[in-house]
């Protein structure tokens, strides 16, 4: 007999994703993760406004929008002089359609916490100090062992284990693509005296290569970033000859090398992969964390259908509808690696992304709105707001007097367009909102 349970293995930003979408829909699962305690590093500091919009429903916008901080404006230093212009993005003030228009910046490790807050307040933890070893799969089940010597027996498993994945070994996939840049990164979290935490500091000069220094908000942290043979003689050796400064702390560092590579499937009969296990992306563009956590976004609501007996079918539509997106990032990843550059445009924050092609999206467009697509926030006749209304498990249909209407799915994403009269999509309920078509067109997506 198998447990009616999926097994999560790994509790990073990907996994944690999933395992909060699993327990808000009441679908059973285990989140196991190898390391015995939190992870602490800064590592992916930049989320991105869908990312953003996916904490909203997940219900951690608020402390996740008071963890971080907007990205500093840069100044780059050259000798004694320094020059203080330019930012990654503009500054966008929200609109409409749009509540979250710029990328929010916070430690990695502060955005697991939120995402662990979360999962507990939903009635669920991580399990420490417990690694997959093994696993075999058969059309009953997965059989796992973990490092404790403890066998799970589970219905699905999702390997959110991270770019060394061994959930992906065990299927036999291999992260197909190439290194972007043949030299070895160094990233760390400093405390460093005396640098003013107002700006992100660029050394372009420095001997071996550009030193950064980003002070990472409500920390006393900056996120060191160089070539490791530029501190081949220790970082603080690095800091103090390039900067003047003196580093007091070092709380965290990690090497890695830039690599665009991702797998050629995401499912092998029970098992899944997701975020960095399935594709590795260069840090340039602040796509890795984000679209992990979209990958969970999509793959928790098919989970949870196929866990309460809906059609198994479903679930390639993970794959399917995923698949593509991380082929597009990664080439938009490697474009900016290439490019070196550092300023981003509309195209890294992950809005515009869509599911046209996939066999979920059905019917005509309307105006701008077209299945597949991310259905934009708007104002409803009672003055409320869309998303305040789409947040939660449920699907939402919005019915207009004119007739046209839209089905919205679980995770935001428009499913179709046109006649629509359902009490439920995917095993979600489906909530019932009228609107008038003007409205739902509106002026600024005619
Ligand atoms: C310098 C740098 C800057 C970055 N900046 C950004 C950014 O600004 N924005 C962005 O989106 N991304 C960024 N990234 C990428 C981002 O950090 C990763 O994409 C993200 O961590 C992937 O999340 P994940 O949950 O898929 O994998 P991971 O974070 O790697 O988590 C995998 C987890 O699985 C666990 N695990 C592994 N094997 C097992 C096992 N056998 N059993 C149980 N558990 C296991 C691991 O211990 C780990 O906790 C950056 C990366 C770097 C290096």
Redesign the pocket.
Known sequence: MHDNIVLI?????????LAVDLARRGTPFRL????PTP?EG???????PR?LEIFDDLGIIEPILAAGALYPKFRTHAGPFSLRAGSLAPFRPPTESVPYPN?W?LP?SRT?AILRERLCALGAVVEFG????TFTQNERGVDAT??TGENVRCDLLV?????????RRTLGLRLEGETVEEKT?I?ADLEIEDLDRRDWHLWPFAKGGMIALCPLPNTSLF?F?AKAETAKAGIEDAVRRATGHRVARIAWS?T?Q?AVRMVDRYRVGRAFL?????H????A?????????Q??YNLGWKLAHVMRGGPDSLLDTYEAERLPVAAVVLGLSKRLHQTRSIKRGDATNLLALNYRASPLSSGAALGTLHPGDRMPDLQLDDGGRLFDRLRGPHATELVTPEGPGILIRPDGYIAHIGATRCDEYAGAPTHRLHLSLERLIGEDRR
């Open positions: 293995v790994g509790a990073g930003p990907t996994g944690l994703t196991i993760e190898a390391a992870f800064s590592r992916g500091k930049g989320i991105q990312t990328v910046m990695q697991e417990k690694a997959l070893t973990l490092s390997g959110a284990d991270g770019g060394r994945s061994g959930v990164m990233v996120q970033t990690s890695y830039p997701a975020g960095d296990a399935a590795m992306h260069p840090p563009g602040g796509q890795g964390l984000n679209t992990g956590v990958d969970a």
